[in-house]
């Protein structure tokens, strides 16, 4: 019989080098830095929820970290910890090499220590804690956007929902298509390195998660100001543009979520240095909107006619309709 304790030291025990204490004891332990504050979060990924069973492993264990380092990104901070707390319906040596392989690929990739976590039967749950490093006064909060910024996107948004809509039978997507919105939606690659070129550029970020017009909602709310989308202006991947059904397309585009790119804002006198760093970084950067000092909180979608669009649904919630 595998026990707990087996688990955690066969799959989850890592030598630490910038952790002063690992996996093993009551807890870890991590020293300050000097001219750094520390950014957390945490993340969850529930079976049935946020994916399916029997969802490959491996790319679980990409997929729960990434999502977790895409907050981090979109707080400008430096990935450096993370805590894993798993429940688990049994102790499936092969469901967990291949998880703790996706996991720590991506981790080394971006230079994260795995420092603890917790173990338990259950339900499938994977939950994260990452700890990121980020000079003090310079993280990237949602509360920092001004009427006059203009609003930007990295990469586009849509293809994690075009895939989903593939699954549900919406639509059908060729070959290559289904391959590229497939690894958008199950192994996202978060924008650390974006996040950190915006330390001292953008006035506000948050990461593109539960889709575009709910996440800039987040900001509009914080920020007290109200965002002006232009939807003509919205970057389309190849595989997009193969979605003959407009209204699908407009719903993965604004809504669809799964996204893990960075929404910012920055000041018109910052664009210069914005387009100065999506070369240096070869990302695609675009400005899709401007701030505007309406209802806070409140996202206005217009066409390339300047016409209000009405939009069905803003993005995920899990609580609301
Ligand atoms: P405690 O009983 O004090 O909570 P545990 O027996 O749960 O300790 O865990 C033992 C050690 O293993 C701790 O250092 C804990 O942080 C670590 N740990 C437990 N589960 C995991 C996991 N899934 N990933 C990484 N570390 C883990
Ligand atoms: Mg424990």
């Known amino acids: 019989m595998t026990s707990e304790f087996d688990i955690i030291r066969r799959h989850f025990t890592r030598p630490v080098k910038r952790a002063l204490l690992g996996v093993g004891d009551d807890c870890a332990l991590i020293a300050p830095e000097s001219d750094a504050q520390f950014a957390v979060s945490t993340d969850m990924l529930v079976e049935g929820r946020h994916f399916s069973a029997g969802t490959d492993a491996a790319r679980l264990g990409h997929k729960a970290l990434a999502v977790n380092l895409s907050d981090l990104a979109a707080m400008g901070a430096e990935p450096r910890y993370a805590t894993l707390a798993l429940s688990l319906p049994d102790a499936d040596e ?27 039967r259950g339900p499938r749950t994977i939950s994260i804690t990452v700890i990121g490093a980020v000079p003090p006064e310079l993280a990237l909060r949602r509360d920092g956007a001004k009427a006059g910024d203009e609003v930007w996107l990295s990469g586009c948004t849509g293809d994690a929902a075009l895939a989903l809509a593939h699954q549900e039978g919406r639509i059908r997507l060729d070959a290559g298509a289904l391959a590229h919105c497939n690894a958008r939606l199950h192994t996202p690659v978060p924008c650390v390195a974006l996040g950190v070129a915006l330390r001292g550029v953008a006035s506000s970020a948050i990461d593109v998660s539960d889709g575009l017009v709910a996440d800039l909602g987040h900001i509009g709310e914080r920020s007290g100001a109200a965002i002006e989308l232009r939807f003509a202006r919205l970057p389309r991947s190849r595989a997009l543009k193969t979605c003959a059904d407009e209204r699908l397309a407009q719903e993965c585009l604004l809504a669809g979520g799964d996204d893990y790119e960075l929404a910012f804002t920055a000041s018109i006198d910052a664009r210069a240095k914005v387009e100065a760093l999506a070369g240096k970084l070869g990302l695609t950067l675009t400005c899709i909107g401007s701030v505007g000092a309406g209802e806070p909180g409140l996202v206005s979608v217009y066409d390339g006619n300047g016409k209000p669009i009405q939009i069905a649904s803003k993005g995920y919630d899990h609580f609301g309709g």
């Open 94 to 120: 092969n469901w967990l090499a291949q998880f703790s392989e996706g996991f720590f690929k991506l981790a080394a990739a971006f230079g994260v220590e795995l420092i603890g976590g917790d173990t338990t």
